[in-house]
């Protein structure tokens, strides 16, 4: 008989809508299929340490509730202002928004835990933003290594980890496969997020979000397409689609969201269980 | 997985029904390796009766495509599939292959 | 099997792309005839300038002629208002911060009208859709047009409308469309491709801005390359001139340097690619 596939876990960047790897979690749990290890970037982070430490999908609703709301967003109107009238000094630790809001949610969630504490084996992505270099976290204070993966660049100010100033994983690879790869994975469900275009553009903010969402959305499908011809692990990409535009503070629409994950994930349930029973 | 052949204007249009993934891919490859031996490098891949790709499939896939090509040949897909559609593009691969809307442009092309 | 088809790709890097010439320059002396032409941004216009078979010095004359300081420094009134009131005078996708009549000028005279169909050998410059993010190959109509698409820094020029759709820069999609050679039936893949300069010290939000759009479109030019070695059936060949100094957008004045070290990083490579066609 054939040793056990190894399966890893991979939520990547993706913002309120990586509240759906809790329903991707609720089907692979239900058909027990056992998980050995899982990676997160950025926004996928979070979700990453949640299922990593075992977290009922409840909790994982509940805490995205407290989490998304605009109020992590303090200190970005007046810095934009200030950014206009030419007050505004910025220097590689700086971001337009007070992280302080955001800090104190994410100690409340995990500020106790550290990455051996937990109940499988996990990773975090961030990037370097001296080098653009992709830095992967496994070791000390996961609140360290979420805050840093969830950096995003000028609005959040970097996150420094054992002497390296880090920003959001999704700038240099906002689905990292390999990670699970290199862990020795046979099979990965891989849980992205392609962000969606805008149909206008009524201001400069527009713009700025698109031209974000093409960078995003072609590195994300540069790095799927690299990982999987380069490794022999079978992938399974898991994408939710969502009826409408989900925004970054629709905390209502979470449980929808979580809905829509579960659907993605059973929608390939048939493919990975054939491969699963061929092993 | 079901494989037809037949030849339109000196090009062989393969068509495949069923899915593409590490049980099946080897029998494409070994279908594809045979018409390249036999001097069929202009091949069009009719994808309509596919339903599924796997990552494995996928690379399978594009071994046999770079046989062709190393041949002086190409491998040319239509026929594809919203589901299979969305893999490929996901993989890359919709930006290195010839994608057509249906088999007569895909044979078309290689005149 | 045939002759190899050899291709010639040449990514974003505004002047530093003039390499491609010194690359041509020893080509031509080594009799290695390219086949196809790709470029996107800085590099479509040099890959526009070969595919039409302009000599080197034809070559640099052009854009000495087409690309100096002064495509850029008139702002646009429009932007202005746009950026002040866009409640009033709509903002929409055309928005760019500089006026881009005197740009669109400099291509039409620099390239003669010429169009692809007066190319020698095939030509391919990428874009990328403001609307759907995708790489786009154009390859018809008016060679100024398409580098002009291609060269649609975002925020600085307006995206470009052809065809009906609006374009910009295409190093966005990818720095270095090694895949278009790829897909067009191409052996050798002969890529002449630059990474965005990292920040020394990050001083302004600007600064921070540059810093990201470096780190962002160089870790697209990687993983795109790693891509596409794997998907190739034959070789891809890295062409990397190396600067002493920082090549800046416009230090035309550069050019004789930056065509020398093109020379330079070809021949390195000159003797592995004179082995693949023996």
Same mark, same amino acid.
């Given at each position: ?11 990547? %960047? ?64 007046? %810095? ?19 992280? %302080? ?8 969630? =995990? ?103 093409? =960078? ?34 629709? *905390?209502?629409?979470?449980?929808? *969201? ?22 | 997985?079901? +494989?037809?052949? $037949? ?10 029904? #069923?899915? +593409? ?15 390249? #031996?036999? #001097? ?18 996928? $690379?399978?896939?594009?071994?046999? +495509?770079?046989?062709? $090509?190393?041949? #002086?040949?190409?491998? $040319? ?18 930006? +290195? ?15 | ?18 390499? !491609? ?29 070969? !595919? ?101 820094? /975002? ?41 965005? /300069? ?11 801005? &540059? ?29 990397? /001139? ?7 957008? &416009? ?28």
């Amino acid at each position: 008989m054939s040793p056990k596939k190894r399966i890893s876990l991979v939520i990547g %960047s993706g913002g309120i809508k990586c509240a759906a790897a809790a329903g991707l979690w609720r089907v692979l749990k239900s058909e027990n299929i056992e998980v050995d290890s899982v990676v997160g970037c950025s926004g996928g982070s979070m979700y990453a340490a949640l299922i990593a430490n075992h977290v009922p999908e409840k909790d994982m609703e509940e805490w995205s509730r407290k989490l998304w709301t605009s109020d992590i967003m303090q200190g970005y109107t007046e %810095s934009l202002k200030a950014s206009k009238d030419g007050s505004l000094r910025f220097n590689e630790r700086s971001g337009l928004v007070d992280d %302080s809001v955001m800090n104190k949610k994410l100690q409340d969630i =995990y500020g106790a835990w550290e990455f051996s504490d937990l109940k499988m084996p996990f990773k975090v992505v961030a990037t370097e933003l001296q080098t653009g270099e992709k830095v992967t976290l496994s070791e000390g204070s996961v609140f360290d290594a979420i805050r840093a993966s969830l950096a995003i660049p000028i609005i959040f100010p970097p996150w420094e980890v054992d002497g390296r100033l880090l920003i959001d994983g999704a700038a240099s690879d906002p689905l990292p496969i390999d990670v699970a790869i290199q862990d020795g994975a046979d099979i990965i469900i891989a849980m992205g997020f392609p962000l969606d275009y805008r149909a206008r553009f009524r201001s400069m903010t527009a713009v700025q979000e698109q031209l974000n969402s093409i =960078y995003i959305n072609n590195i994300l499908t540069s790095t799927y397409a690299f990982y999987n011809l380069a490794h022999h692990a079978e992938i399974f990409p898991v994408i939710p689609e969502f009826d409408g535009p989900v925004s970054m503070f629709d *905390v209502d629409k979470i449980p929808d *969201v979580i809905e829509q994950g579960a659907e993605a994930a059973r929608k390939q349930l048939p493919h990975i269980k054939r491969l699963l029973a061929d092993g | 997985m079901e +494989i037809k052949d $037949r030849a339109v204007d000196g090009v062989t249009v393969i068509s495949l029904m #069923g899915s +593409i993934d590490a049980m099946s891919a080897p029998k494409v490859t070994d279908f594809i390796h045979e018409q390249v #031996g036999k #001097g069929n490098t202009k091949l069009v891949a009719d994808l309509s009766g596919v339903d599924y790709t796997s990552s494995a499939g996928l $690379r399978v896939m594009l071994g046999a +495509i770079k046989e062709t $090509r190393s041949q #002086g040949g190409d491998l $040319r897909l239509t026929g594809i599939q919203p589901d299979v559609s969305k893999v490929l593009n996901l993989s890359g691969f919709a930006n +290195i292959l010839k994608l057509f809307d249906d088999v007569d442009s895909a044979v078309a092309s290689y005149s | 099997m045939g002759k190899p088809r050899i291709a010639l790709v040449i990514g974003s890097g505004s002047v530093k792309c003039a390499a !491609a010439l010194g690359l041509m320059k020893v080509f031509e002396r080594e009799k290695i005839n390219v086949d196809m032409v790709v470029g996107c941004s800085g590099g479509s216009i040099y890959a526009s300038l070969i !595919a039409l078979g302009w000599s080197v010095e034809r070559a640099t004359d052009a854009t000495l002629k087409m690309w100096t300081r002064e495509v850029t420094a008139k702002r646009s009134n429009r932007a202005i208002l746009q950026l002040a009131l866009p409640w009033i005078f709509k903002f929409d996708e055309s928005f760019g911060l500089i006026d881009d009549r005197l740009i669109n000028r400099r291509l039409r005279d620099g390239f003669e009208g010429a169009s692809f169909a007066d190319t020698k050998i095939p030509l391919f410059v990428t874009a990328t859709d403001l609307y759907n993010g995708e790489q786009t190959v154009l390859s018809k109509g008016l060679v100024a047009d398409a580098v002009r698409a291609s060269i649609s820094i /975002p925020y600085i020029f307006p995206p470009h409308k052809m065809n009906g759709r609006f374009y910009v820069d295409g190093y966005q999609s990818d720095p270095l469309p090694i895949g278009v050679a790829i897909r067009e039936g191409a052996d050798i893949i002969v890529a002449m491709g630059f990474e965005s /300069p990292y920040q020394e010290h990050v001083t302004s939000l600007m600064r921070y801005n &540059f810093q990201i759009s470096s780190v962002t479109s160089n870790n697209l030019l990687k993983t795109n390359y790693a891509f596409h070695n794997l998907a190739h059936h034959s070789e891809i060949i890295p062409i990397l /001139p190396e600067f002493e100094h920082p090549i800046k957008l &416009f230090d035309t004045d550069k050019l004789p340097y930056v065509i020398e070290e093109g020379e330079r990083a070809t021949e390195q490579q000159i003797p592995f690619i004179k082995s693949l066609l023996a």
